[in-house]
T-cell receptor
């Protein structure tokens, strides 16, 4: 699975959009981009995933560049409860694949009042 | 519905003792994963189950670690002759592969402390 690079930490003001970048320059054509987050003392939580089109759900939006070498997770209106470590993971999806997740160090997002 | 549950939530054991950690996945989820997170470290994959078989055990750090799954449901992670470096939070996750589910649902973890 492709390696990802994320900034170690970011701050965001409450109510503002949080934009979390991720570089995955060696991504393959059949690899998806996944985002999970881990709030302190809890298990990781799935946020969103995508292949090449931008995706949006109730939690966030995922913007993937046309060359797929990077992506941005957007939390449109960050709240204090969004303070967490955010993990960008790239892996192959589909049947026959184990689906195991290889976590990097992630980005610690601190939402400030 | 109920999420992934793990027990115990905390376990303190003496070095050299064996421990068993339990995971109850979401009902109907065929895939089950064990991960661990050591203090200051990231999450690392340990083992993957599809049904009762474990096609990927590549993350188990030593032969002191083993896991089984019965009835396609409950899984137990066993650590024999525990060492202090085994201290970590052990996380279990499950996934619904029958419906092509991409999302892994994680439990709250078991915090293991080896003294």
């Amino acid at each position: 699975d492709a390696k990802t690079t994320q900034p170690p930490s970011m701050d965001c003001a409450e109510g503002r959009a949080a934009n979390l970048p991720c570089n995955h320059s060696t991504i393959s054509g059949n690899e998806y981009v996944y985002w999970y987050r881990q709030i302190h003392s809890q298990g990781p939580q799935y946020i969103i995933h995508g292949l090449k089109n931008n995706e949006t759900n109730e939690m966030a939006s995922l913007i993937i560049t046309e060359d797929r070498k990077s992506s941005t997770l957007i939390l449109p209106h960050a709240t204090l409860r969004d303070t967490a470590v955010y993990y960008c993971i790239v892996r192959v999806a589909g049947t026959g694949n184990t689906g195991k997740l290889i976590f990097g160090q992630g980005t610690t997002l601190q939402v400030k009042p | 519905g109920a999420g992934v549950s793990q027990s115990p939530s905390n376990k303190v054991t003496e070095k050299g003792k064996d421990v068993e950690l339990r995971c109850d996945p979401i009902s109907g989820h065929t895939a089950l994963y064990w991960y661990r997170q050591s203090l200051g470290q990231g999450l690392e994959f340990l083992i993957y189950f599809q049904g009762n078989s474990a096609p990927d055990k590549s993350g188990l750090p030593s032969d002191r670690f083993s896991a089984e799954r019965t009835g396609g449901s409950v899984s137990t992670l066993t650590i024999q002759r525990t060492q202090q470096e085994d201290s970590a939070v052990y996380l279990c996750a499950s996934r619904n592969t029958r419906q092509g589910g991409y999302e892994q649902y994680f439990g709250p973890g078991t915090r293991l402390t080896v003294t």
